[in-house]
């Protein structure tokens, strides 16, 4: 799923952060990474941008930018992402 | 994967060798505060240099440079204040800098001997990402964690012991504003040497990534969070509970889909009208100070070329600058409270979907809002935004929001042609033009954004990730110093601009001196110029009276004296320039005269209200509200003894200066900014253009309609 589809309230893992951007760079920076969990807190007044909030803090981001990640819900099968710790 | 920590000892006995040497030659060293935005960073700085702070910029670049001295027990440290930064990565001014300052590349900023990592308690993980890149550079760091209080609050609790250990460097508690854990502080940086110099090194495993993601950064950045995943796990007691924070509660309004525009709006339109109505009284004082202090300069020097040039070219152009001052501090003083509090984000997070549809950031909102106040804050607030197409285009926009020196000419239009007119009965024709003037300049700014976005600034969209940091109460201190400083900018800046403007300006004005000078004053007024016949006839009729008193003879002279100036100006170079662009302004409606105001006003919109009273012998220190200037407008004639204004000239004249860019400090702020003479001329010129094309269809149009 991607993380602009992501309903309002809802929390999931981030399983990918796709494109090799400037975008993807500042998001990822930011702490947006494959297995960083985040919660969709609202979109602002004309839909656009949204705010999440990821490891603790609140960051808002653009539909465009928030297509970007890839997340999986709570219950379902992490995908693609091995921690490795 | 795992992040590869180097226990440098080889390398830092080398260090150390040349640390020791240069730490004898000098008495002071050097420490580098770096940290995320909102991280309590100018807090701190503030607390612990005071006042003993210079603000400047880093040669070329816009990038704010901050020093302090901190005073230590033995002696003190140079504090070098590093943009708030979130990564080091050098993907923006702020990061390169940051970079350069740290690596000891910048001139004239030594490397630094030590760097406090500024960490916000209560944001621990990103806020480490940053400091597992400071940690690569070879450089003694020593963490201040801040915010511990709101981070007890939130039942999070800190082992900075343990986090210590994990980082391999101190971590101290640090309150700013309560000064506690400060001189821990500098204690733990004055033994910087003493503690190892870990080589921090997240090198990424290309065998591991190619898989995952084919950018090796990515990796890197991945590798960075799962060691700071680590640290946190084991560092931190009591993992945050995921309930509604505070900030959120308040969000709920503030960021509402609907109550969120609608107290944006409100607290917008506070904000201006407090800057208006606040400072007009300063101002005020202001102008009326320099007025005196011109008048005493005038009767206490000889009269000449040197009290000419004192009072009517140093003495005015100081006052034209410092007149600003007021504004500036009040708009700084709102910026700084809205950006402390957390507002700001908020305020770019409710309208970036609106500026976006024009091609600008959620950001430009707030250097085009400053823009109503001046231009010139306006466009040095442009810094804010990361992406230089987008701040180019907002600094090419920027000067269409009516700025308040566009009022005092709006004003003197309306007072003298549209005076108790009403449109519906009650509403205020006045208020009507000057919201229509409002409403002229920022729909221009929007085509013209959405055109430079569409073609000389083409560019992806920048990435608007913006973080929305925790309302806080803002801090007495920071608001203070952010006024000054900004204030102190303006002065250095656009001041010694102005002032050199203000001298031209006045040249062109006083030069060439007539040749029967001193002795036309004795000539009787009709005699001086054959354009000055019709103020007499309106000083006649205005006295409406037949027999001469004492103050009437007093008022005569007066009236010579201004009759003497006015000539003066209509000798001058500048009167000479007004004939000379008259053929070009005429299809817009205006004589040299207004020729002559519109040239001298290059220096300051409100500038063509004082030259409007001289060419026409009003007196100069008329403003827009005296009767003698409103009257002398509604009287002045063409050469030809037509009216020289009428009410379609009047809205002409204020549609030209809602787009024209008649401000040499605003030309000159741009090209400092832009650092480039293209995009200064480009601006100027086109604005001009655009200007005397929106005037010329105002003018031709409004007559074809049988106005004026």
Sequence with gaps: ?85 | MNPKIINATERRSDADDEKSSIRSAKSEIVVALAGNPNAGKTTLFNALTGLRQKVANYPGVTVERKEGVWKLNDGAARLIDLPGLYSLDATSFDEQIARDVLTGKLAGVPKPDAIIAVVDATNLERNLYLVTQLLEYKIPVVVALTMIDVAEKQSLEIDTKKLSELLGVPVVEVTAWEKKGVDELAEAVRAAEEFQVSGFKFQSDTTETENENSKTDASEIFARYNFISGVYQESVKHIQTEERSFSEKIDRVLTHKFFGLIILTTILLLVFQTIFSWANLPMDLLESGFGALGDFARTSLPEGLLSDLLVDGVIAGVGGVLVFLPQILLLFLFISILEDTGYMARAAFLLDKLMSKFGLHGKAFLPLMSSFACAIPGIMATRTIENPKDRLATIMIAPFMSCSARLPVYALMIATFFAGQTVFGFVSLGAVLILAMYALGIVTAIVVAWILKRTLLKSTPPPFVMELPPYRLPNARNVLQSMFNNGWQFLKRAGTVILAISIILWALTAFPRSADGDASQAISQNQIAPGSQEPTVTGDESCGCSLPDEGQIAEAEQKAAEEKQGAALRNSYAGRLGHFIEPVIAPLGFDWKIGVALIASFAAREVLVSTLSIIYNAGKDANEESENLIQAVRDAKRDDGTPAWTPLTAVTLMVFFVLAIQCMSTVAVVRRETNSWSWTIFMVVYMTALAYAAAFLTFQGGKLLGFG
């Design chain 1, 1 to 85: 799923m991607n993380l602009t589809n992501m309903p309002i309230g809802e929390s999931a893992k981030v399983t990918a952060v796709n494109g090799n951007n400037q975008i993807t760079r500042r998001l990822m920076e930011m702490g947006v990474v494959p297995g960083a969990s985040v919660r969709m807190i609202k979109s602002a007044p004309f839909g656009d941008p949204l705010e999440v909030r990821v490891r603790g803090y609140h960051l808002a981001m653009r539909k465009s930018e928030a297509d970007q990640i890839e997340v999986s819900g709570p219950q379902s099968e992490v995908l693609g992402f091995k921690p490795k710790m």
